[in-house]
């Protein structure tokens, strides 16, 4: 059982019947392929083609309120679930993105993200 990827799902699930409530496509929202372990060779190919530290997990490619976008960085939490730690890279990129004018913020299990999502649009 891995809570950040059951997380994942149902953020994902939840997308897919909130972007057409909202009349936006669904792959406005997008996962980046940045996170977890892989095969060392894997991993040589990935940061060769511009995987970078720090990146967030989540893309919403909606701009709202003179913002460009907004970048989600899923951490497990929720009930009974230890909460997922902010790492320095993760802060830098949010801080980063901020300034170009995106949207940033951390969220701490799929119902959180939802309503930061929500709250966005």
């Avoid at 892989?38 to 997990?57: I, N, P, T, W, Y």
């Avoid at 009930?79 to 901020?98: M, R, S, Y």
Wanted: glycine residues 10%; proline residues 4%; positive net charge.
């Amino acid at each position: 059982m891995n809570p950040e990827h059951e997380a994942a799902v149902a953020l994902v699930v939840w997308w897919a019947y909130e972007s057409r409530r909202r009349m936006l496509p669904e792959h406005l929202l997008f996962a980046v392929p940045n996170g977890s372990a892989r095969h060392v060779v894997v991993a040589m190919k990935l940061k060769a083609e511009g995987v970078r530290r720090g990146v967030s997990d989540y893309f919403l490619a909606v701009p709202r309120n003179g913002r460009h976008g907004l970048f989600v960085e899923l951490k497990a939490g929720g009930v009974g679930i230890k909460k997922g730690a902010k790492k320095p890279e993760q802060i830098q990129f949010g801080a980063d993105v901020i300034a170009q004018g995106y949207s940033f913020a951390f969220a701490y299990g799929a119902l959180e993200a939802e309503k930061i999502i929500e709250d966005y649009l």
